[in-house]
């Protein structure tokens, strides 16, 4: 990975993903040295594809500079890279994405995480959905195919609270704003401020690692269990419908989404 952490971290990071007990600070290599690892292992191991998946890609002044240098690079079509990363909304102009475009990357992964205005006060997350949705069309109308994340369990959230977060991804799918959806059950993870205020609250129903998959729930929250597995499962479910479908039948990776598809809909433990 080109950078260790987010670089969000400056503004004291996500509450569910910074572990506050390990490291203070955001770092990052120059871009020039990224780059001498994507030569490395296009020229050497023939890799054709990267994803790299620190916390997210860092921006601004260095991320120009990364796409000149993996444009320039990618004129040999011998060693052509496509890249992909994860990204944070609000924080991308029109301008980085169709850089990005030029240059060869293909998947961004944004974390959508809730629609609750008030969640992603909460986690710090320093954006809302509405900078969610606007990336997603900004970055769709240069040809990136964008996937999101988005979470249910949350110990505040009420059941209205996810349906209106699962509601929300579906639409960024009908809309085609996101060619691709991860719905997972909140899992706060031991030295994440989340685990710590859970931890402090008694909400944690386990502290058996082995738990810690998000096949299924570890927080108490006002949404039972099994209907938060299920809530999960029905995000899912909106890659079922014709005009997703119709979206996706030919595309190169079609069977392979399909694949995942229904794997994750059967990776959900019961509540028990």
């Not at 810690?212 to 999960?232: A, F, H, K």
């Amino acid at each position: 990975m080109f950078a260790r952490d987010c670089w969000h971290r400056k503004e004291g990071g996500c509450t569910f993903c910074s572990w506050t007990n390990l490291y203070k600070d955001f770092n990052c290599v120059t871009p020039q040295e990224a780059m001498e690892e994507v030569k490395n292992l296009s020229r050497n191991y023939g890799v054709k594809e990267i994803f790299d998946d620190s916390g997210t890609f860092p921006v601004g002044d260095w991320l120009t500079e990364f796409c000149e240098l993996l444009k320039e690079h990618n004129k040999d079509e011998k060693v052509r890279v496509t890249m992909g990363c994860n990204m944070r909304p609000g924080a991308i102009t029109s301008e980085d994405w169709r850089i990005m475009q030029e240059a060869g990357f293909r998947l961004v992964l944004l974390g959508f995480e809730s629609a609750n205005y008030g969640t992603m006060r909460r986690l710090n997350k320093g954006y809302n959905v509405a900078d969610v949705e606007n990336a997603c069309r900004e970055a769709s109308m240069f040809g990136l195919e964008i996937h999101i994340t988005a979470m249910v369990g949350f110990p505040w959230e009420t059941k209205d609270d996810a349906k209106a977060t699962i509601n929300k991804a579906k639409y960024f799918l009908k809309k085609g704003y996101a060619k691709t959806l991860q719905a997972t059950i909140v899992v706060p993870y031991p030295g994440t401020a989340l685990f710590r205020e859970a931890d402090e609250k008694g909400l944690l129903q386990t502290k058996d690692w082995d738990d810690y998959d998000m096949s299924r729930p570890v927080l108490t929250s006002p949404i039972p269990n099994q209907q938060i597995i299920e809530l999960t499962q029905e995000a899912y479910k909106a890659c079922l419908t014709p005009s997703f479908i119709l979206r996706n039948l030919f595309s190169r990776d079609v069977f392979r989404k399909a694949k995942y598809l229904f794997k994750r809909l059967g990776d959900f433990r019961g509540s028990t």
